[in-house]
């Protein structure tokens, strides 16, 4: 198998339905936890393959494909918005810069692990 | 379980990731097109757009199904964006690109949600009349 397009889908589809398991395990009544929780474990997975320097394919698959669809930009933007209109803005700073800082920090971690 | 959970909990397993499936492979096209900041930037704040109109539409008019919205939200959206991308992207460019990655990304992802809700809001008013 080594067609891009069936690479990074079922890549997509292993990463859509372990983020869907996640949410259906992990309980965010007040901070969304399940999000930050596969943003930051993707965003560390991204980071040992593309550190790591695995074949091709393998960055297809895993990195594009189940990493990308892992991770989610759309569904942390609705949980932010939502936190603000629901007069929590210090909740929603906290969960946007701890997102990124706490991402860009795994994926250095992965760097120090692999590179 | 009776039979008719575990065929709705088989008809969500394969939602979602189909879904994944086209989801995964149109960030991946848009990356061709568009390669490197840019076309994470594009998917992400257009997906930001079309996720927040989809939310807030179930909340106004409810024209969508639950296996639709679960296809279109949770399968095909959420993989469609990217954090895990963004994030290595904005850690292997010049610290003020990437600084500005994160405020761009962020505030027109943010912005996408709330123009979708406005979208959502009018078709409401639309159909009221």
């Not at chain 1, 929603?92 to 760097?111: D, H, K, P, R």
């Not at chain 2, 997906?47 to 399968?75: K, N, P, Q, W």
């Amino acid at each position: 198998m080594s067609d891009p397009v069936l690479l990074v889908g079922f890549g997509g589809a292993i990463g859509a339905l372990g983020r869907y398991t996640v949410t259906t395990l992990v309980e965010g009544e007040r901070f969304p936890l399940s999000t930050f929780l596969v943003n930051v474990l993707g965003s560390f997975l991204l980071g040992l393959v593309l550190f790591a320097d695995v074949a091709e394919s393998i960055q297809l698959f895993v990195g594009v494909g189940a990493c990308g669809a892992f991770t989610t930009f759309s569904t942390f933007s609705v949980d932010t918005v939502r936190l603000v209109e629901e007069g929590h803005v210090r909740t929603a700073t906290i969960y946007a810069l701890g997102n990124v800082l706490v991402s860009v920090t795994a994926i250095g971690i992965a760097w120090v692990l692999v590179a | 379980m009776t039979d008719y959970e575990w065929f709705a909990g088989i008809q969500v397993v394969i939602l979602v990731a189909i879904g994944g499936f086209l989801g995964a492979n149109a960030r991946f096209g848009v990356g061709l097109v568009s390669p490197g900041l840019s076309g994470t930037f594009v998917a992400n704040v257009t997906g930001s757009f079309v996720l927040g109109f989809v939310v807030y539409e179930a909340m106004y008019t409810d024209y969508l199904t639950d296996r639709s919205r679960l296809l279109v939200s949770t399968g095909f959206l959420s993989s469609y964006t990217t954090y895990s991308t963004f994030a290595y992207q904005t850690v292997t460019v010049e610290p003020l690109v990437g600084l500005i990655n994160v405020a761009a990304s962020y505030s027109c992802g943010f912005a996408g949600v709330v123009l979708g809700r406005w979208v959502a809001l009018r078709i409401r008013g639309g159909s009221r009349e």
